[in-house]
């Protein structure tokens, strides 16, 4: 069983910088992705970005491509996403979420198909 407790979450201005966090109690190296998605109201939960954590192998959504940045810490079993030159639309609910997978499957980017999920943490940026 892996548990997901996501912290960092918090109000910026645009062009401002944060750090979430998604600490995995339970084992999540090497076996698993960890992937970050977020959710305004009335919306799905969106992709944002990947990481393989047996390989360090990264994937990110168009929209946050060059200023996000996900990376993770085997030593204390949490991986982080630090997001740069926030925009307005980078409003919302971020989840991290978790997923068995092999060294060769290719990065899932739908919700349903990650198997463990966080509470949650708000960002919000405004103009």
């Known amino acids: 069983q892996v548990r997901l407790v996501e912290s960092g979450g918090a109000s910026v201005q645009a062009g401002g910088s944060l750090r979430l966090a998604c600490a995995a109690s339970?084992?999540?190296?090497?076996?698993?992705?960890l992937a970050w998605f977020r959710q305004t109201p009335g919306n799905e939960r969106s992709f944002v970005a990947a990481?393989?954590?047996?390989?360090?192998?990264?994937y990110y959504a168009d929209s946050v491509k060059g200023r996000f940045t996900i990376s993770a810490d085997s030593v204390n079993n949490t991986t982080y996403l630090h997001m740069n030159n926030l925009i307005p639309e980078d409003t919302a609910v971020y989840y991290c979420?978790?997923?068995?997978?092999?060294?060769?499957?290719?990065?899932?980017?739908?919700?349903?198909?990650?198997?463990?999920w966080g509470q949650g943490t708000q960002v919000t940026v405004s103009s």
């Open positions: 990481i393989r954590l047996s390989r360090g192998n990264t």
């Open positions: 979420a978790a997923r068995y997978t092999s060294l060769t499957a290719v990065f899932l980017t739908t919700p349903i198909r990650y198997n463990y």
């Open positions: 339970g084992r999540t190296f090497p076996t698993h992705d």
